[in-house]
């Protein structure tokens, strides 16, 4: 509202000298009280009666130093505006997001409190300890969050360390790089150990088939087979988890507008199959549960700013008709009167036949 107002400063400059509503209804400042007859219809009372009636009403009409905080505003707040959309949209992953958006409101606050303007600076110092209060202690965080910034291929856990490298310090960006590595490999032995059941069974079953059929085999090819295996085993007691794989790897481009995350955990599937796995589990997590709550709200659709004084009865009436109008079938009048005026004849019909029944005959 307010970055929409900024447009119009000459327009309500133009109001405060010409319009008399407009200078009535701005012009008595906040606390002060309005003086009204309205009990004085009748001429029975004296002024000393008149009702005394306390407003809400800003502060006179806005001057240039009002307008030049507002666009202070406007700058400030833009950044909780975009976050909250990135958080509560519903066509992208926004799991992997969290961690950009915290740092940054997290960064332009303490920027704020060294701002010279004493308003901005005194803003700031409120929202830094409201801030503190709930992203304070990083000890309370879900560790699942920190865990899908760092299956993001484009930051990993080098975001984790240098953000907390260049608010709280080296010890500290350290300890977190530690933190969430620990819980990832946590993770991952648990997807590790329940990809090894599954297959342990899969396998147990086709055990007695695979070895009727080896039974024909020549000996140097069950030779050059326990070979293969041997190698296999040595690879990857040499080599790393995926875990150490993928951090080890360097960061996609974060240059690409087009980058989808789903897409790329799909595409390297081969390459990280557990980790994969882990990224459709962990990404799937929504940062905000508004866009879910919304899909299932007709309310809002209904209930704008134009129409916030509807009664009860008339938004239900709205909220029928909208769910009539959304109908995948459509409605014909005409035929639903039909079917109810059937279905009455039916009823009378019926209500006739247990009357006869129920009357005694000679």
Not at 188 to 196: L, V
Not at 234 to 248: A, I, P, T, W
Request: hydrophobic share 35%; aromatic share 10%; proline share 4%.
């Amino acid at each position: 509202m307010l970055d929409v107002a900024i447009n119009f400063e000459k327009a309500f400059q133009r109001m405060g000298e010409e319009d008399n509503s407009f200078i009535k209804f701005f012009g008595i400042k906040e606390g002060e009280e309005d003086l009204s007859l309205e009990g004085d219809q009748g001429g029975s009372h004296s002024h000393s009666h008149s009702h005394r009636v306390p407003t809400q009403r800003q502060a006179t009409v806005p001057n240039k130093l009002d307008w030049k905080n507002c666009r202070l505003f406007v700058a400030f707040l833009k950044l909780f505006y975009d976050a909250t959309k990135k958080f509560s949209a519903s066509l992208f992953v926004t799991s992997n997001v969290f961690f950009h958006e915290l740092f940054e409101v997290q960064t332009k606050i303490d920027e704020s409190i060294l701002n010279r303007d004493p308003l901005t600076s005194k803003m700031a110092i409120e929202m830094k300890r409201k801030f503190e209060t709930y992203w304070g202690d990083v000890e309370k965080f879900n560790p699942l969050l920190y865990v899908a910034v760092a299956l993001d291929p484009r930051f990993k856990l080098r975001l984790v360390k240098f953000c907390y490298t260049r608010s709280k310090g080296k010890s500290v960006g350290e300890k977190m790089e530690k933190q969430v590595k620990d819980v990832l490999n946590k993770l991952y032995d648990f997807y590790e150990k329940e990809g090894e059941v599954r297959q342990n069974v899969s396998s147990a079953s086709t055990m007695p088939r695979v070895m009727e059929e080896n039974e024909d085999l020549d000996h140097r090819l069950n030779l050059a087979s326990e070979f293969d295996t041997y190698l296999e085993e040595e690879y990857s007691s040499v080599c790393s988890s995926e875990v150490d794989k993928y951090l080890g790897d360097l960061c996609e481009r974060r240059d690409n507008p087009d980058f989808d995350i789903l897409v790329w955990w799909k595409n390297n599937s081969n390459k990280y199959p557990i980790l994969a796995k882990m990224a459709c589990d962990v990404l799937a997590m929504p940062v905000s549960t508004v866009a879910s709550e919304l899909a299932f709200s007709t309310g809002g659709r209904v209930l704008d700013p134009f129409r916030s004084s509807l009664s009860p009865s008339m938004v239900e009436t709205l909220v029928c008709t909208q769910n009539w109008l959304l109908s995948t079938v459509p409605i014909s009048l005409r035929h639903s009167l039909d079917k109810v005026e059937d279905l009455e004849r039916e009823l009378l019909q019926t209500e006739s036949i247990d009357d006869e029944k129920q009357v005694p005959r000679d």
